[in-house]
Structures are given as C-alpha cells and as structure tokens.
T-cell receptor, first 112, second 114 residues
C-alpha cells in the first residue's frame, strides 16, 4: 500500500496564481485533513473532512478551499496565492475507529 | 482552547545515552489522546508513540517511552539508547474534539552525536 500520497512535491507560484494540491489515500480511511507547517511552528489544521461529502474549517482556513472528491481523494485549492501561503503542506487521513492520523510526504509551496 | 507547549527548541545527546523531551498541554476535555511524532530531514511525519488519557499506564514502544502525568498535564518522551537515526524534529500533539482537532506543539530539534 502507498498510504497517503501528495502531488506535487514542490511548486513555485507567483502572487495571484491559483493551484490545487492533490491528496489520495488507499487505506479506506473515512477522515482526511490538510495542515500547513511554517518554520518554528508545528502543523496547523487548515480544513478537514470527517467523512465523504463533508468538510469543515480548521484553525487557519482563510485563503483556501477544499474538495472531498470521493473517499480516497481530498484536494486543497489556493484561488489567489499570496506570499504568506509559502509553507509546507501535509495531508493526513485516519479511520473512523482509530485516533491516529497518518501523514503524506508533504508539498513544499513557494509563493513569490 | 487546546494548547500544546514544548519548551525545549533544541536538544542534543550522545549516541547510546538517554534523553527526555518535555511537553505540556492544556485541554478541558476528559477524553483525549496524546502523541509524539518524529519528523526527520525527509519531512515525513512518523508516529512514535501514543497515549490514551484514560489509561494510567505509560505507553512504551521499544526504546521510546512516555511519562504521562495527567494532573500536571505533562507528557514527556524518553528515548533510551539514542541512535544517530533518532536525529529529527519531535512534535508533541493533543487530539480531542471528536478526534478531528490535532493540535501540535512547536517542536524540539534533537541532534544525536556519535
């Protein structure tokens, strides 16, 4: 099993450009999450999807949108990128019956 | 609001020695879980150990163990027989709120020296 996969691994954007970060999991997990990690800080929750068809805001949702495309896939969209969104983005998933979240390898995003 | 505090930004230890990383947390919930994650230079987040708040017994995983003091809201990680591969950032995290709110501390950078 691949676990949680993310694409792309690295991306450079100009201010105002849009892009979508993709995440997929093959563990049949119900819940999926998007986090960002900034220097000197732990991960902060952007959005999550507790189950297929539902999404909710986390700590830092401004400037982002998400789509739970199906049970496997959960995408994060930046409609108009800003330099403050330069960060490393992690996707995670967990089952409905266990508490542990499993993380993808991360996407490094640089907004110029 | 939930908070997790790691007061040691950096630590170092000699290979084969023991090191303890500190973590304190604040939550108003009765049912919650605590985790330590390891992040090596590859940036992959790897689960090291987890603790259920309702269990009094401290969790252990091979060379890794925790000292869970519920009343003091303290959750420290002890690494025994440190190895060079333990060099990484270590994050303490607290989970509650229907298991969808995972709150991380700022992390402790651990360097293991030969």
């Amino acid at each position: 099993n691949a676990g949680v996969t993310q694409t792309p691994k690295f991306q450079v954007l100009k201010t105002g450009q849009s892009m979508t970060l993709q995440c997929a999991q093959d563990m049949n997990h119900n819940s999926m999450y998007w986090y960002r990690q900034d220097p000197g800080m732990g991960l902060r929750l952007i959005y999550y999807s507790a189950s297929e068809g539902t999404t909710d805001k986390g700590e830092v949702p401004n400037g982002y949108n998400v789509s739970r495309l199906n049970k496997r896939e959960f995408s994060l969209r930046l409609e108009s990128a800003a330099p403050s969104q330069t960060s490393v983005y992690f996707c995670a998933s967990r089952t409905g019956t266990r508490e542990t979240q499993y993380f993808g390898p991360g996407t490094r995003l640089l907004v110029l | 609001a939930q908070t997790v505090t790691q007061s040691q930004p950096e630590m170092s230890v000699q290979e084969a020695e023991t090191v303890t990383l500190s973590c304190t947390y604040d939550t108003s919930e009765n049912n919650y879980y605590l985790f330590w994650y390891k992040q090596p230079p590859s940036r992959q987040m790897i689960l090291v150990i987890r603790q259920e708040a309702y269990k009094q017994q401290n969790a252990t995983e091979n060379r890794f163990s925790v000292n869970f003091q519920k009343a003091a809201k303290s959750f420290s990680l002890k690494i025994s027989d440190s190895q060079l591969g333990d060099t990484a950032m270590y994050f303490c995290a607290s989970l509650s709120g229907g298991y969808n709110k995972l709150i991380f501390g700022a992390g402790t950078r651990l360097a293991v020296h030969p």
